[in-house]
């Protein structure tokens, strides 16, 4: 089992800066690939970026050049980031952290509960 909690989100004017933080906790071993998808009001969730336990980031072709996607395997905890500048007011969404954990030949996909973000003056 994997726990992922994401921190960072909140209210951010047009053109300032987001960072954003997930956790993860439990059987980090045998965490492969992290991703960080949104959910803008009244869509469906969206792929924002992919990483790789490597480091090799692939991004949504929309979203290239505009976000930057870091992961850090430290020791006793994996922590993913997701870096944008000059936010618009379509940046607006909840964002959530993903892990695809893999076990033999068993995989699953673990979610977190998701951070708000808006972008409002």
């Known amino acids: 089992q994997v726990r992922l909690v994401e921190s960072g989100g909140g209210s951010v004017q047009p053109a300032g800066s987001l960072r954003l933080d997930c956790a993860a906790s439990g059987k980090i071993n045998n965490i492969y690939n992290m991703a960080w998808y949104r959910q803008p009001p009244g869509n469906q969730p969206e792929l924002v970026a992919d990483?790789?336990?490597?480091?090799?980031?692939?991004?949504a072709d929309a979203m290239r050049g505009r976000f930057t996607i870091t992961r850090d395997n430290a020791k006793n905890t994996v922590t993913e980031s997701l870096q944008k500048n000059s936010l618009q007011a379509d940046d607006a969404a909840v964002y959530y952290c993903?892990?695809?954990?893999?076990?033999?030949?068993?995989?699953?996909?673990?979610w977190g509960k998701g951070t708000q973000v808006t972008v409002s003056a």
């Open positions: 990483i790789t336990r490597g480091g090799s980031a692939k991004y």
């Open positions: 993903k892990c695809l954990t893999r076990v033999l030949s068993e995989e699953l996909d673990s």
